[in-house]
């Protein structure tokens, strides 16, 4: 069973995947992560971050298993990971190492932006999980303080739009809801109500 959940910068996607997949025992992949890593090693090895042939290659070197959580979570580097982002070859140096996740055999759950629409078009059960931007500028401000840093919400909102805008917006592989996901809209649910709300509909494809 693959189950794939896409949507915007803070709308609840990522803590829903990780429940998700202790709850049905399977692997998780955020990959998120992936291009956060690729933005990370350019930073560190002084590229630009629309160096295409130096994205690449940072992405062929990536391994999955090491990808640090904590280390590739600022706010800062989700800002980089949304402009490496946009660069196709790149997008597609890392296609086959997420096809290849999801899978395996036991089946796996995947998020991010395009994985509904172009990664796993055949997943079983896709999620687009969204949140208002005042909502989702909220809780990315919360994360950000309870990790010590500073953060001023209006700069954080500013930075979510644009971030949405430039996912949305890329020509290749966009972030868009896929005709066949489920819409959840968390802006008004608590964590627990929108993993019961998710449990329920991919119980339903189990029964099935
Ligand atoms: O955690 P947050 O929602 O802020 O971001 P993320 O999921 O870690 O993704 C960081 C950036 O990577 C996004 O803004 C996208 O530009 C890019 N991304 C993507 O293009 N495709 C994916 N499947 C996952 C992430």
């Known amino acids: 069973m693959i189950i794939a959940l896409d949507g915007p910068a803070a709308s609840g996607k990522g803590t829903l995947a990780r429940r998700l997949a202790a709850h049905y025992g399977v692997p998780h992949l955020d990959t998120g992560l992936l291009y ?4 990370a090693a350019l930073i560190a090895s002084g590229h630009a971050l629309d160096d295409e042939m130096a994205g690449v290659a940072a992405a062929a070197a990536l391994d999955l298993s090491a990808l640090d959580r904590d ?4 706010h800062a580097i989700g800002e980089a990971a949304s402009r490496v982002a946009v660069l196709p070859a ?11 996740f999801a899978s395996q055999p036991g089946g796996a759950v ?5 994985i509904g629409t172009f990664v796993c078009p055949q997943a079983d059960v896709k999620f687009f999980v969204t949140a208002n931007l005042e909502e989702r500028a ?3 401000t919360r994360e950000i303080r309870s990790r010590g840093q500073h953060a001023v919400i209006d700069d ?4 979510l739009e644009r ?3 430039r996912d949305a917006e890329r020509a290749d592989a966009p972030m868009k809801m896929a005709d066949d996901a489920h819409l959840l809209d968390t802006t008004d649910l608590d964590i627990e109500t929108a993993f019961k709300r998710a449990v329920d509909i991919v119980d339903r494809f189990r029964d099935r």
């Open 163 to 165: 971030r949405d805008a």
């Open 110 to 114: 995947i998020d991010g932006r395009d």
């Open 138 to 140: 909220r809780r990315r």
């Open 71 to 74: 280390r590739l979570s600022t």
């Open 90 to 100: 790149v997008r597609n140096a890392l296609l086959d190492a997420q096809r290849r």
């Open 36 to 39: 956060r890593g690729v933005a």
């Open 156 to 159: 954080v909102r500013l930075d």
